[in-house]
Nanobody, 127 residues
């Protein structure tokens, strides 16, 4: 069965950096488009970034473009989210997600288009 396990969350001051990791198992990792979402208290889950199967194509929400970088290591079956210049509004639970096999479009922001989800990791940015 597919498992996605996030790690790397924590507390950081505004302007700082964090790197999230998502270890995937139970799937042929190179066959899945991967993404990151986040959900702040009282808000809906929102798209952050996504990456193609090969890692050669990425897509970002406007709110994180230029500050966050998504990447993947196929040998380690892990997807990463490098977050720089963090702002207080980046505070949220961050979730790793995978589209279903055979779905290759990368610029997909609707959470319903992702079939598999991790349990989430908390990121708190203080001023």
């Amino acid at each position: 069965q597919v498992q996605l396990v996030e790690s790397g969350g924590g507390s950081v001051q505004a302007g700082g950096s964090l790197r999230l990791s998502c270890a995937a198992s139970g799937l042929t990792f190179s066959g899945y488009v991967m993404g990151w979402f986040r959900q702040a208290p009282g808000k809906e889950r929102e798209f952050v970034a996504s990456i193609s199967r090969s890692g050669g194509s990425t897509y970002y929400a406007d709110s994180v473009k230029g500050r966050f970088t998504i990447s993947r290591d196929i040998t380690k079956t892990t997807v990463y989210l490098q977050m720089n210049s963090l702002k207080t509004e980046d505070t949220a639970v961050y979730y790793c997600a995978a589209r279903d096999r055979g779905l290759f479009r990368v610029a997909v922001v609707d959470s319903h288009e992702y079939a598999y989800w991790g349990q989430g990791t908390q990121v708190t940015v203080s001023s």
